[in-house]
């Protein structure tokens, strides 16, 4: 059994991905299977976290794995759904870590009937998008207090190492955030992958640590790099 050394630490999970109605049948996703933010919270769970998993359209067999007596999970499906429920649940967080891979964008205005090809006449289409939030710079900018330690992720195609890290310092100033897990995504890495690889970088932008393994030893990292960034040693 791990150390305890999250206990009566409250952290809360974004994971998956958010989907976007296109109309009653069709939506705009991404890949993002869920298995790293469900491992985190599993991981959490175990070093004796109370745990919220906002879960967007997880499949049920990688979720199982996040079932824990401490661990309560929150379903959404859109971006907007997933900002209701993470700005409702931050007021009562120690640790907020947005794992989950939220659509920039959703359709201007969803169809209330399917979408028909005929109406297009040969011509093809284009569905006009409107601007999300952040959810997580919102966060930063609106609910930061003291206590209250803010991760993102950032997945990004990157052709090297060093642009890896570059973006990803450039994203940590942007957000705000006390930590980016930084990773490299493509079409055969990251999304939908058993194992990930992940850089850390921290407020002062300073890279503290990378870690490739499983998404469970992954997460254990990421969490022990969270409590460095909390001062708080790890037992
Ligand atoms: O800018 P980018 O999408 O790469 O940032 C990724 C980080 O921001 C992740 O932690 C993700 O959960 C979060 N995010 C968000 N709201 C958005 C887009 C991304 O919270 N609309």
């Known amino acids: 059994t791990p150390a305890p050394d999250l206990e009566g630490i409250r952290v809360l999970v974004s994971a998956g ?10 939506y705009i996703g991404n890949r993002s299977s869920g298995r790293q933010g469900v ?8 070093r004796g976290a109370d745990v919220v998993l906002v879960s967007a359209n997880i499949e049920q067999s990688v979720l199982d ?11 959404v499906g859109t971006a907007t759904e997933m900002q209701g429920v993470v700005e409702r649940e931050v007021a009562s967080a120690d640790i907020v870590i947005m794992a ?11 169809a209330d009937g399917k979408l028909r090809k005929e109406n297009s006449r040969g011509k093809g289409m284009s569905i006009a998008l409107t ?3 952040d959810i997580l ?9 003291s206590g209250l330690t803010i991760v993102g992720f950032a997945a990004e195609t990157v052709a090297s190492e060093e ?5 990803g310092k450039r994203k940590r100033a942007r957000k705000g955030v006390d930590l980016l897990a ?23 932008d300073s890279v503290t640590g990378a870690v490739q393994g499983s998404k469970r030893e992954v997460a254990d990292a990421l969490l022990t790099e969270v409590l460095r960034a909390r001062g708080n040693e790890p037992l």
Do not use: C, M
């Open 17 to 26: 991905g958010t989907r976007e109605p296109i109309d009653p049948v069709r």
């Open 39 to 46: 491992a985190l919270a599993a991981a959490a769970a175990a």
């Open 65 to 75: 794995d996040a079932i824990h007596p401490r661990v309560r999970i929150e379903p």
């Open 100 to 110: 989950a891979a939220v659509s920039d964008y959703r359709v201007a205005k969803v």
């Open 131 to 133: 601007e999300n939030p």
């Open 137 to 145: 710079a919102g966060l930063v900018q609106e609910h930061r207090r």
């Open 163 to 167: 642009e890896l890290v570059e973006r």
């Open 182 to 204: 930084v990773n490299a995504v493509g079409w055969n890495e990251g999304f939908e992958a058993g194992d990930n690889s992940l850089i850390f970088i921290d407020a002062s």
